[in-house]
């Protein structure tokens, strides 16, 4: 079993900034694909951002050069840098994580941490 618990949401005004943070816990032999997903209200949940064990990145579209995501593999924690922010962005964000237990392959989500951007 893997826990993931997102941190760093809350509400910002347009233009401004969030980091949000995502720890993994457990028995945990390797961490493949990390990712961010959101999900507005009345809208399906999307991918944001995913970066890749071996360092790959993939970004939606209306987040490309505003958003950043990292990970720390020492820490099992993938972050997601968010600048120049806006109202479209209000969501709730979802940590996602592709993990090697004792299982097998697992993917795993996160509880959801709110953004809420005003204009």
């Known amino acids: 079993q893997v826990h993931l618990v997102e941190f760093g949401g809350g509400l910002v005004q347009a233009g401004g900034s969030l980091r949000l943070s995502c720890v993994a816990s457990?028995?945990?032999?390797?961490?493949?694909?990390m990712g961010w997903y959101r999900q507005a209200p009345g809208k399906q949940r999307e991918l944001v951002a995913e970066?890749?064990?071996?360092?790959?990145?993939n970004y939606a579209d209306s987040v490309k050069g505003r958003f950043t995501i990292s990970r720390d593999n020492a820490k099992n924690t993938v972050y997601l840098q968010m600048n120049s922010l806006r109202p479209e962005d209000t969501a709730v964000y979802y940590c996602?994580?592709?993990?090697?237990?004792?299982?097998?392959?697992?993917?795993?989500w996160g509880q959801g941490t709110q953004v809420t951007v005003s204009s």
């Open positions: 457990g028995n945990i032999f390797s961490i493949g694909t």
């Open positions: 970066l890749t064990s071996g360092g790959s990145t």
């Open positions: 996602n994580g592709n993990f090697f237990v004792l299982a097998g392959r697992r993917d795993y």
